[in-house]
């Protein structure tokens, strides 16, 4: 997963200078974005804000923006004296040192400040002081003039905009070795890719995107998507348009989503047609939708439609911009009809990429067969860190009276990792211990718990279950646990056994009758 970036700032700050395009937030995150993509290459950080800053304040803080923060690595302060009157931007900060204080590592070092402007540092919030901010404005000017604001410094801007992508692009960089450096003494072995042969349709592109289309196409092949129609195939002015039709519906027949990409041209006309091809696609996918909306799992069919607003070609490998406003709604309604389930999309091509990934993942998630009720016998994984192997013990002599087939976590040995995945492949249910370790490497065995599919396993798991024993005061755990109680879908069950020195074999009852057994 790429790292995310949550970028909090002042709605005023992204205002544009009279005769000027664009505002400062907005040139710096386009001029953000070019230097990751065009400039420094994978792994391409993502960037998060909220849509064009028009979120209302009434909804500032709803799950989407919660979400937002929790799942980005690094907060980018836009910090000004607006930033600093906005009750909201403090609330952001708020929220990410609350969502990321348990995660181990310091929250300062994720939150990253650009100064748009001179301030009194003493002025900032306690979290921002000390931050080495970079700085929008010119330090040796008795004005303390804002490169954005002043043509002259716009090539300043531009150079402080390529140190802050740099330092961001390490961060993604470490991320990400540190994402597939194996633990010492540890085996990887790969898990399934994401798409698992689901078949996705990918509309064939006019002139102006066909380098975005091949990048698109590489992606979801390299994450076991199949593209249709198949990505070699060459249609033309010389099909008809009886042809066309034929190829195209047969391919959207095995689609869940078709995916569109919209730029300037739009392709050439069959010879007895009348409309382009890009435009005879959508046509297609609709019809599509219309004729049978939902496959045999229930998915609803989808059209997917990229048309950037700021549309770049790759000629010769090179990106050019060709227009810099375009309107994606409008784009859009020149070539089709909205429809219900329709989404388009604005961003530039690694967050719309991303955006694709995401939606494909959530329709493709594996729906494995129902599990059966488990019997005497039936095979229980006790998961535990290395600290709390002497509470994991009382656990299973608690549940010797259960007549269970136990495995435990193996800490040592080469063959530690593939063990552990051989048993999470083949275990009908898994109980997490939990007594004096890190509650940041509790929620990590669950996370791992969640996709059947990447484990290898062909039926659910019956119960995932939460067992903690005292100590009550480790850092994190009380809090903990009134959260996994709230993870529905995630946590099956969790038992609060912390009042007890031993666990009695009555308090794990209620796993025992989650699981089906009795």
Not at 96 to 124: C, L, W, Y
Not at 399 to 407: E, M, Q, R, S, T
Not at 473 to 488: E, N, S, W, Y
Request: hydrophobic letters at 40%; proline letters at 6%; a negative charge.
């Amino acid at each position: 997963m790429a790292l995310q970036i949550f970028v909090s700032y002042a709605r005023k700050d992204d205002l544009a200078p009279p005769g000027e395009g664009k505002g400062f937030v907005t040139a710096l995150l386009d001029r953000l974005q070019w230097e990751f993509e065009c400039q420094l290459g994978p792994p391409v950080p993502q960037i998060w804000r909220d849509k064009d800053g028009r979120i209302l304040p009434s909804a500032q803080f709803d799950e989407v923006i919660r979400e937002g923060i929790a799942a980005s690595d690094v907060l980018l302060v836009l910090l000004s004296n607006n930033w600093m009157n906005r009750e909201y931007c403090e609330r952001e900060l708020q929220l990410f040192e609350e969502t990321h204080r348990a995660s181990g590592n310091s929250v300062r070092k994720q939150i990253v400040v650009v100064a748009k402007h001179d301030m009194d540092p003493e002025a900032r919030p306690e979290l921002l002081r000390g931050q080495t901010a970079y700085k929008f404005y010119a330090e040796e000017d008795r004005e303390k003039r804002e490169f954005f604001t002043w043509p002259e410094r716009r090539a300043e801007f531009d150079r402080e905009v390529a140190k802050l992508a740099q330092d961001l692009h390490g961060r993604a960089c470490r991320q990400q070795r540190d994402a597939v450096r194996p633990k010492e003494g540890h085996a990887f072995s790969p898990l399934l890719p994401e798409g698992n042969g689901r078949k996705v349709f990918v509309a064939k592109p006019a002139p102006d995107m066909r380098e975005w289309y091949h990048k698109l196409v590489e992606e979801l092949q390299q994450r076991r998507f199949e593209v249709v129609p198949d990505p070699t195939t060459e249609l033309s002015a010389d099909n008809t348009e009886a042809e066309l039709a034929k190829i195209l519906d047969q391919a959207l027949d095995q689609a869940d989503v078709s995916i569109h990409l919209l730029g300037e041209s739009v392709g050439f006309v069959p010879t007895d047609g009348a409309d382009p091809v890009v435009k005879f696609q959508l046509s297609r996918a609709a019809v599509r939708r219309e004729r049978h909306r939902e496959n045999g799992a229930g998915v609803t069919f989808q059209r997917l439609i990229w048309a950037p607003k700021i549309l770049i070609t790759l000629t010769g490998g090179e990106p050019v911009v060709v227009e810099a406003d375009r309107v994606p709604q409008k784009v859009f309604e020149s070539l089709a009809t909205f429809i219900d389930g329709d989404e388009i999309d604005g961003n530039q091509f690694t967050q719309f990429k991303q955006f694709v990934v995401d939606r494909l993942t959530t329709i493709a998630r594996f729906v494995p067969a129902p599990t059966p009720a488990l019997k005497e016998g039936a095979h229980v994984y006790l998961q535990f860190q290395e600290s709390d192997e002497p509470y994991a013990a009382e656990i299973a002599d608690a549940l010797a009276c259960y007549k269970l087939h136990l495995d435990w976590s193996n800490f040592s040995g080469a063959d530690a990792r593939l063990r552990h995945q051989k048993i999470l492949r083949e275990c009908d249910a898994v109980v997490v211990c939990w007594a004096s370790g890190a509650d940041s490497r509790v929620w990590s065995a669950f996370d791992e718990l969640q996709d059947p599919r990447k484990l290898g396993r062909e039926t659910n798991f019956a119960c995932r279950s939460l067992v903690a024993g005292p100590p009550k005061d480790v850092p994190g755990k009380f809090m903990g646990m009134r959260g996994a109680r709230q993870k529905k879908g995630e946590i099956d069950l969790v038992l609060d056994l912390t009042a007890y020195e031993k666990p009695p074999s009555d308090e794990l009852r209620p796993l025992i009758n989650a699981t089906n057994l009795e």
